[in-house]
Nanobody
């Protein structure tokens, strides 16, 4: 099991950039696919993106493709979410999560979750 702690959220203006970090504690980080999800007020949690074990393959939701980028540093047990050209509709609590060895968009396949970090985008 991994303990996950997100950081880097905040209040930004539309068009700005923000980088979220998710630090993991535990010895199995490099053997876990990592994902980012978000939940806006009154909405279901939705998939943002995920990254393979070595970082060579990524998967994104259509709504963020081309604007967001996920990366990971297995030596630091950290996964990142670089968010560019932010829009008001990106406002949400962002969560990182860990699953097994296969990329997935399905939140039900992720067993370990962080507490989330708030991202608010103003116009």
């Amino acid at each position: 099991q991994l303990q996950l702690v997100e950081s880097g959220g905040g209040l930004v203006q539309a068009g700005d950039s923000l980088r979220l970090s998710c630090a993991a504690s535990g010895r199995s980080f490099s053997s876990r696919v990592m994902g980012w999800f978000r939940q806006a007020p009154g909405k279901e949690r939705e998939f943002v993106g995920s990254i393979s074990l070595g970082g060579g393959t990524t998967l994104y939701a259509d709504s963020v493709k081309g604007r967001f980028a996920i990366s990971r540093d297995n030596a630091k047990n950290t996964v990142y979410l670089q968010m560019n050209s932010l829009k008001r509709e990106d406002t949400a609590i962002y969560y990182c999560a860990a699953t097994g060895s296969i990329l997935s968009r399905d939140a039900r396949r992720y067993s370990d979750w962080g507490q989330g970090t708030q991202v608010t985008v103003s116009s």
